[in-house]
Protein backbone atom coordinates (compact mmCIF):
# COMPACT_ATOMS: atom_id res chain seq x y z
CA UNK A 1 0.00 0.00 0.00
CA UNK A 2 1.17 2.94 -0.49
CA UNK A 3 2.50 5.58 2.01
CA UNK A 4 2.59 9.01 -0.32
CA UNK A 5 -0.55 10.06 -1.64
CA UNK A 6 0.53 12.25 -4.47
CA UNK A 7 -2.64 12.33 -6.46
CA UNK A 8 -4.78 15.43 -7.54
CA UNK A 9 -6.87 14.79 -4.64
CA UNK A 10 -8.41 13.00 -2.60
CA UNK A 11 -4.71 14.74 -1.03
CA UNK A 12 -2.81 13.54 2.52
CA UNK A 13 -5.12 15.20 5.47
CA UNK A 14 -3.01 16.15 8.67
CA UNK A 15 -3.39 14.16 11.55
CA UNK A 16 -5.06 17.02 13.69
CA UNK A 17 -7.52 17.18 11.17
CA UNK A 18 -8.59 13.58 11.22
CA UNK A 19 -8.67 13.30 15.04
CA UNK A 20 -11.23 16.40 14.95
CA UNK A 21 -13.27 14.12 12.73
CA UNK A 22 -12.75 11.58 15.35
CA UNK A 23 -15.15 13.42 17.73
CA UNK A 24 -18.27 12.04 19.34
CA UNK A 25 -21.15 13.14 17.12
CA UNK A 26 -23.25 16.20 18.20
CA UNK A 27 -26.56 17.32 17.52
CA UNK A 28 -26.38 19.45 14.03
CA UNK A 29 -29.07 21.86 15.51
CA UNK A 30 -26.87 22.46 18.85
CA UNK A 31 -25.23 25.57 19.44
CA UNK A 32 -21.95 24.17 19.42
CA UNK A 33 -22.58 22.97 15.75
CA UNK A 34 -23.82 26.81 14.64
CA UNK A 35 -20.20 27.67 16.38
CA UNK A 36 -18.43 25.52 14.53
CA UNK A 37 -20.35 25.95 11.38
CA UNK A 38 -20.27 29.50 11.11
CA UNK A 39 -16.60 29.31 11.88
CA UNK A 40 -16.16 27.39 8.73
CA UNK A 41 -17.89 29.95 6.75
CA UNK A 42 -16.22 32.78 8.45
CA UNK A 43 -12.85 31.01 7.89
CA UNK A 44 -13.62 30.00 3.90
CA UNK A 45 -15.21 33.74 2.97
CA UNK A 46 -11.22 34.34 3.84
CA UNK A 47 -9.94 31.41 1.26
CA UNK A 48 -12.53 32.64 -1.57
CA UNK A 49 -11.79 36.46 -0.87
CA UNK A 50 -15.71 36.75 -0.95
CA UNK A 51 -18.43 39.19 1.10
CA UNK A 52 -21.26 37.25 -0.36
CA UNK A 53 -22.85 33.81 1.22
CA UNK A 54 -20.93 30.28 1.04
CA UNK A 55 -22.92 26.88 0.51
CA UNK A 56 -21.56 23.83 2.72
CA UNK A 57 -22.98 20.47 1.29
CA UNK A 58 -22.84 16.83 2.30
CA UNK A 59 -22.00 15.80 -1.01
CA UNK A 60 -18.72 16.16 -3.62
CA UNK A 61 -16.79 18.73 -6.20
CA UNK A 62 -20.04 17.30 -8.69
CA UNK A 63 -22.79 18.24 -6.27
CA UNK A 64 -21.30 21.60 -6.03
CA UNK A 65 -20.90 21.99 -9.66
CA UNK A 66 -24.35 20.72 -10.15
CA UNK A 67 -25.84 23.76 -7.71
CA UNK A 68 -23.86 26.02 -8.72
CA UNK A 69 -25.09 25.64 -12.68
CA UNK A 70 -28.50 25.45 -11.12
CA UNK A 71 -28.40 28.45 -9.30
CA UNK A 72 -26.50 30.79 -11.87
CA UNK A 73 -28.84 29.44 -14.79
CA UNK A 74 -31.92 32.03 -13.78
CA UNK A 75 -34.15 31.04 -17.33
CA UNK A 76 -34.70 28.02 -19.17
CA UNK A 77 -32.50 29.04 -22.38
CA UNK A 78 -30.00 30.76 -21.09
CA UNK A 79 -27.25 30.89 -23.14
CA UNK A 80 -23.98 29.77 -21.32
CA UNK A 81 -20.12 29.60 -22.41
CA UNK A 82 -17.93 27.00 -21.63
CA UNK A 83 -14.02 27.49 -21.97
CA UNK A 84 -12.98 23.86 -22.12
CA UNK A 85 -9.39 22.80 -21.29
CA UNK A 86 -10.01 19.19 -20.75
CA UNK A 87 -12.29 16.41 -19.55
CA UNK A 88 -13.61 18.29 -16.73
CA UNK A 89 -14.86 20.74 -18.76
CA UNK A 90 -16.99 18.54 -20.03
CA UNK A 91 -18.41 18.04 -16.64
CA UNK A 92 -19.42 22.17 -16.80
CA UNK A 93 -20.98 21.22 -20.31
CA UNK A 94 -23.82 18.60 -18.66
CA UNK A 95 -23.96 20.52 -15.75
CA UNK A 96 -25.54 23.79 -17.21
CA UNK A 97 -27.66 21.64 -19.67
CA UNK A 98 -29.15 19.85 -17.34
CA UNK A 99 -29.57 23.49 -15.53
CA UNK A 100 -31.93 24.93 -18.90
CA UNK A 101 -29.12 26.51 -20.38
CA UNK A 102 -28.31 26.35 -23.80
CA UNK A 103 -24.29 25.88 -24.28
CA UNK A 104 -21.67 26.70 -26.52
CA UNK A 105 -18.03 24.60 -25.83
CA UNK A 106 -14.89 26.70 -27.02
CA UNK A 107 -12.18 24.08 -26.80
CA UNK A 108 -8.75 25.16 -26.22
CA UNK A 109 -5.99 23.29 -28.12
CA UNK A 110 -4.10 20.44 -25.55
CA UNK A 111 -2.22 21.91 -22.96
CA UNK A 112 -3.54 25.43 -23.46
CA UNK A 113 -6.07 27.68 -21.29
CA UNK A 114 -7.41 30.64 -22.37
CA UNK A 115 -6.81 34.77 -23.15
CA UNK A 116 -9.35 37.42 -22.11
CA UNK A 117 -8.99 37.49 -26.62
CA UNK A 118 -10.05 34.07 -27.07
CA UNK A 119 -13.17 34.85 -24.27
CA UNK A 120 -14.06 38.21 -26.38
CA UNK A 121 -14.22 36.18 -29.75
CA UNK A 122 -16.16 33.70 -28.36
CA UNK A 123 -18.53 36.17 -26.54
CA UNK A 124 -19.19 37.98 -29.46
CA UNK A 125 -19.62 34.67 -31.32
CA UNK A 126 -22.61 33.24 -28.84
CA UNK A 127 -24.30 36.15 -27.26
CA UNK A 128 -23.41 34.11 -23.92
CA UNK A 129 -24.64 35.60 -20.66
CA UNK A 130 -23.02 32.80 -18.37
CA UNK A 131 -19.44 32.39 -18.81
CA UNK A 132 -17.82 28.89 -16.90
CA UNK A 133 -14.73 27.63 -16.83
CA UNK A 134 -11.98 25.24 -14.70
CA UNK A 135 -9.69 27.36 -12.39
CA UNK A 136 -7.27 24.42 -12.64
CA UNK A 137 -8.59 21.64 -15.25
CA UNK A 138 -7.18 18.59 -13.69
CA UNK A 139 -7.17 16.16 -16.36
CA UNK A 140 -4.63 18.40 -18.34
CA UNK A 141 -2.92 20.17 -14.94
CA UNK A 142 -4.10 23.45 -17.52
CA UNK A 143 -4.61 26.78 -15.00
CA UNK A 144 -6.52 29.30 -16.57
CA UNK A 145 -6.10 33.01 -15.41
CA UNK A 146 -9.40 33.80 -13.62
CA UNK A 147 -9.05 37.17 -13.32
CA UNK A 148 -8.16 37.85 -16.70
CA UNK A 149 -11.24 36.06 -17.79
CA UNK A 150 -13.56 37.52 -15.22
CA UNK A 151 -12.68 40.75 -16.21
CA UNK A 152 -13.40 39.91 -19.82
CA UNK A 153 -16.71 38.35 -19.37
CA UNK A 154 -17.74 41.60 -17.13
CA UNK A 155 -16.88 43.84 -20.06
CA UNK A 156 -19.28 41.93 -22.12
CA UNK A 157 -22.03 41.94 -19.08
CA UNK A 158 -21.95 37.92 -18.63
CA UNK A 159 -22.14 36.22 -15.38
CA UNK A 160 -18.78 34.00 -14.53
CA UNK A 161 -18.57 30.39 -13.11
CA UNK A 162 -15.65 29.31 -11.97
CA UNK A 163 -14.54 25.55 -11.08
CA UNK A 164 -11.65 25.74 -8.35
CA UNK A 165 -12.10 22.10 -7.10
CA UNK A 166 -8.32 21.90 -7.54
CA UNK A 167 -7.28 25.27 -6.97
CA UNK A 168 -9.13 26.94 -3.67
CA UNK A 169 -6.67 26.84 -0.86
CA UNK A 170 -3.45 25.82 -3.55
CA UNK A 171 -3.84 29.11 -5.65
CA UNK A 172 -5.40 32.78 -5.37
CA UNK A 173 -8.95 33.23 -5.57
CA UNK A 174 -10.18 36.92 -5.30
CA UNK A 175 -13.64 36.61 -5.85
CA UNK A 176 -14.53 40.32 -5.26
CA UNK A 177 -12.03 41.43 -7.32
CA UNK A 178 -11.91 39.73 -9.95
CA UNK A 179 -15.67 39.53 -10.65
CA UNK A 180 -16.46 36.27 -10.26
CA UNK A 181 -19.96 35.23 -9.34
CA UNK A 182 -19.99 31.93 -8.61
CA UNK A 183 -16.94 29.37 -7.28
CA UNK A 184 -17.27 26.03 -5.99
CA UNK A 185 -14.73 23.75 -5.24
CA UNK A 186 -14.30 19.99 -2.66
CA UNK A 187 -13.18 19.53 0.42
CA UNK A 188 -10.55 17.08 -0.56
CA UNK A 189 -8.23 18.95 -2.70
CA UNK A 190 -5.93 21.51 -1.46
CA UNK A 191 -8.43 22.30 1.61
CA UNK A 192 -6.75 19.03 3.22
CA UNK A 193 -10.11 17.71 4.39
CA UNK A 194 -11.45 14.11 3.70
CA UNK A 195 -14.07 13.79 0.96
CA UNK A 196 -17.41 14.57 1.26
CA UNK A 197 -18.37 17.72 1.54
CA UNK A 198 -19.54 20.35 -1.76
CA UNK A 199 -18.24 24.27 -1.46
CA UNK A 200 -20.15 27.26 -3.41
CA UNK A 201 -19.31 30.36 -3.12
CA UNK A 202 -21.20 33.94 -4.52
CA UNK A 203 -20.51 37.18 -4.76
CA UNK A 204 -21.51 39.80 -2.53
CA UNK A 205 -23.52 41.16 -6.34
CA UNK A 206 -24.70 37.08 -6.75
CA UNK A 207 -25.95 37.21 -3.74
CA UNK A 208 -29.47 37.45 -5.58
CA UNK A 209 -29.01 34.13 -7.31
CA UNK A 210 -29.86 32.08 -3.94
CA UNK A 211 -32.88 34.64 -3.51
CA UNK A 212 -35.32 32.67 -5.27
CA UNK A 213 -36.96 29.16 -5.28
CA UNK A 214 -35.29 26.41 -6.92
CA UNK A 215 -36.07 23.12 -8.44
CA UNK A 216 -37.39 20.46 -6.35
CA UNK A 217 -36.24 19.42 -2.54
CA UNK A 218 -32.50 19.75 -2.22
CA UNK A 219 -31.54 22.28 -5.09
CA UNK A 220 -34.38 24.64 -3.00
CA UNK A 221 -31.66 27.80 -3.31
CA UNK A 222 -33.59 30.03 -0.15
CA UNK A 223 -33.91 26.92 2.13
CA UNK A 224 -30.53 26.31 1.61
CA UNK A 225 -29.21 29.90 2.24
CA UNK A 226 -31.54 29.40 4.94
CA UNK A 227 -29.43 26.38 6.60
CA UNK A 228 -26.28 28.41 6.01
CA UNK A 229 -27.46 30.85 8.92
CA UNK A 230 -26.12 30.82 12.29
CA UNK A 231 -29.24 28.21 13.26
CA UNK A 232 -29.82 24.95 11.63
CA UNK A 233 -33.14 24.03 10.02
CA UNK A 234 -34.25 20.70 8.97
CA UNK A 235 -33.31 21.39 5.20
CA UNK A 236 -30.43 18.30 5.04
CA UNK A 237 -28.68 16.99 7.52
CA UNK A 238 -25.16 18.82 7.56
CA UNK A 239 -21.55 16.31 7.49
CA UNK A 240 -21.43 17.26 10.79
CA UNK A 241 -18.03 15.42 11.70
CA UNK A 242 -16.80 16.65 8.27
CA UNK A 243 -17.49 20.57 8.87
CA UNK A 244 -15.45 19.94 12.38
CA UNK A 245 -12.30 18.44 10.18
CA UNK A 246 -12.83 21.03 7.52
CA UNK A 247 -13.01 24.10 10.41
CA UNK A 248 -9.55 22.33 11.84
CA UNK A 249 -8.01 22.19 8.53
CA UNK A 250 -9.28 26.26 7.44
CA UNK A 251 -7.53 26.92 10.96
CA UNK A 252 -4.10 25.73 9.49
CA UNK A 253 -4.49 27.05 6.65
CA UNK A 254 -5.33 30.52 7.99
CA UNK A 255 -2.47 29.95 10.50
CA UNK A 256 0.01 29.17 7.53
CA UNK A 257 -1.02 32.64 6.10
CA UNK A 258 -2.67 32.42 2.56
CA UNK A 259 0.45 34.33 0.80
CA UNK A 260 2.75 31.98 2.37
CA UNK A 261 0.73 28.81 1.53
CA UNK A 262 -0.04 30.08 -2.15
CA UNK A 263 3.79 30.82 -2.64
CA UNK A 264 4.89 27.22 -0.91
CA UNK A 265 2.23 25.54 -3.68
CA UNK A 266 3.74 27.85 -6.52
CA UNK A 267 7.70 26.10 -5.56
CA UNK A 268 6.70 22.67 -5.02
CA UNK A 269 5.07 23.06 -8.82
CA UNK A 270 8.51 24.52 -10.14
CA UNK A 271 10.31 22.17 -8.39
CA UNK A 272 8.45 18.95 -9.80
CA UNK A 273 8.61 20.36 -13.27
CA UNK A 274 11.99 21.34 -13.24
CA UNK A 275 12.45 17.57 -12.06
CA UNK A 276 10.61 15.78 -14.60
CA UNK A 277 12.01 17.90 -17.66
CA UNK A 278 15.51 17.31 -16.34
CA UNK A 279 14.48 13.47 -16.58
CA UNK A 280 13.46 14.39 -20.33
CA UNK A 281 9.83 14.30 -19.70
CA UNK A 282 7.55 16.56 -21.66
CA UNK A 283 4.45 18.28 -19.61
CA UNK A 284 0.64 18.91 -20.89
CA UNK A 285 0.28 21.82 -20.22
CA UNK A 286 2.26 24.73 -21.82
CA UNK A 287 4.32 27.56 -20.03
CA UNK A 288 1.93 30.33 -19.01
CA UNK A 289 -0.98 27.52 -18.26
CA UNK A 290 0.76 25.76 -15.72
CA UNK A 291 -0.98 24.81 -12.20
CA UNK A 292 0.32 25.17 -8.58
CA UNK A 293 -1.25 21.92 -7.65
CA UNK A 294 -1.50 19.27 -10.34
CA UNK A 295 1.58 18.21 -12.88
CA UNK A 296 0.15 16.20 -16.15
CA UNK A 297 3.42 14.74 -18.12
CA UNK A 298 3.20 12.51 -21.13
CA UNK A 299 4.42 9.19 -21.01
CA UNK A 300 7.64 8.73 -22.70
CA UNK A 301 7.75 5.74 -25.67
CA UNK A 302 7.92 2.33 -24.22
CA UNK A 303 6.57 3.09 -20.67
CA UNK A 304 3.19 1.91 -20.02
CA UNK A 305 0.97 3.57 -17.49
CA UNK A 306 -0.38 0.16 -15.43
CA UNK A 307 3.63 -1.02 -15.18
CA UNK A 308 4.39 2.42 -13.87
CA UNK A 309 1.77 3.35 -11.53
CA UNK A 310 2.44 -0.30 -10.12
CA UNK A 311 6.49 0.37 -9.83
CA UNK A 312 5.59 3.70 -8.23
CA UNK A 313 2.94 1.97 -5.86
CA UNK A 314 5.37 -0.81 -4.95
CA UNK A 315 8.12 2.54 -3.48
CA UNK A 316 5.11 3.77 -1.63
CA UNK A 317 4.14 6.72 -3.79
CA UNK A 318 0.86 7.08 -5.38
CA UNK A 319 0.35 8.79 -8.68
CA UNK A 320 -2.48 9.20 -11.10
CA UNK A 321 -3.16 8.43 -14.73
CA UNK A 322 -5.01 10.02 -17.58
CA UNK A 323 -8.68 10.88 -18.00
CA UNK A 324 -10.74 10.38 -21.15
CA UNK A 325 -8.57 10.99 -24.73
CA UNK A 326 -5.37 10.72 -22.10
CA UNK A 327 -6.05 7.60 -20.92
CA UNK A 328 -3.31 5.80 -21.10
CA UNK A 329 -1.07 8.30 -22.12
CA UNK A 330 -0.16 10.49 -19.53
CA UNK A 331 0.43 10.43 -15.73
CA UNK A 332 -0.39 13.27 -13.04
CA UNK A 333 1.39 14.03 -10.27
CA UNK A 334 -0.76 16.02 -7.67
CA UNK A 335 1.11 18.52 -5.46
CA UNK A 336 -1.79 20.80 -3.24
CA UNK A 337 -2.80 20.68 0.87
CA UNK A 338 -0.28 19.33 3.00
CA UNK A 339 2.33 18.25 0.45
CA UNK A 340 5.73 19.21 1.24
CA UNK A 341 9.13 19.51 -0.07
CA UNK A 342 10.76 16.22 1.20
CA UNK A 343 7.36 14.63 -0.16
CA UNK A 344 8.26 15.97 -3.61
CA UNK A 345 11.35 15.02 -3.44
CA UNK A 346 10.48 11.62 -2.57
CA UNK A 347 8.20 11.14 -5.27
CA UNK A 348 10.50 12.35 -8.02
CA UNK A 349 13.22 9.75 -6.35
CA UNK A 350 10.56 7.00 -6.37
CA UNK A 351 9.83 8.35 -10.37
CA UNK A 352 13.29 7.80 -11.15
CA UNK A 353 13.74 4.11 -9.94
CA UNK A 354 10.58 3.17 -11.41
CA UNK A 355 11.31 4.33 -15.03
CA UNK A 356 14.74 2.55 -15.09
CA UNK A 357 12.74 -0.26 -13.83
CA UNK A 358 10.80 0.03 -17.07
CA UNK A 359 14.35 0.50 -19.33
CA UNK A 360 13.50 4.25 -19.42
CA UNK A 361 17.51 5.75 -19.65
CA UNK A 362 17.92 7.78 -17.04
CA UNK A 363 20.59 9.13 -14.68
CA UNK A 364 19.76 8.31 -11.12
CA UNK A 365 19.15 11.65 -8.64
CA UNK A 366 19.23 13.98 -12.28
CA UNK A 367 15.57 15.13 -11.42
CA UNK A 368 15.85 15.26 -7.52
CA UNK A 369 18.71 17.71 -8.08
CA UNK A 370 16.78 19.97 -10.46
CA UNK A 371 13.77 20.09 -7.99
CA UNK A 372 16.44 20.21 -5.29
CA UNK A 373 18.10 23.42 -7.05
CA UNK A 374 14.27 25.11 -7.20
CA UNK A 375 13.70 24.42 -3.39
CA UNK A 376 16.66 25.39 -2.11
CA UNK A 377 17.11 28.74 -4.11
CA UNK A 378 13.37 29.74 -2.63
CA UNK A 379 14.44 28.31 1.16
CA UNK A 380 12.82 25.58 1.54
Known amino acids: MAKLLMIPGPTPVAPEVLLSSAAPVISHTSPEFDEIHSDALRMLAK?????????LLPGSGSLAMEFASRSIVEERGEKALVLKAGYFGGYLEKALRAAGAEVKVVEAPLGRGFRSEDLARAL??????IVAFQHVETSTSVANPVGELA???????????VDGVASIGGMEMRMEEWGVDVCLTGSQKALSTPPGLAIVAYSSKAKRLLERDGEGLYFDFKAVAREMESTRNYHFTPAVNLVIALRES??????????ERYRRHKVLARAV????????????????FRADTVTAIWLPEGIQWPKLYAEMKARG?????????????????????EVDANDVTATLAALERSLRR??????LGVGVKAA????AEEGF
Open 47 to 55: VFETKGPIV
Open 124 to 129: DESGAS
Open 151 to 161: GEAKRKGAKVL
Open 250 to 259: LRRILSEGLA
Open 273 to 288: QAGVEALGLKIVAEEG
Open 317 to 337: VEIAGGLGELKGRIFRIGHMG
Open 358 to 363: QGYKVE
Open 372 to 375: QEVL
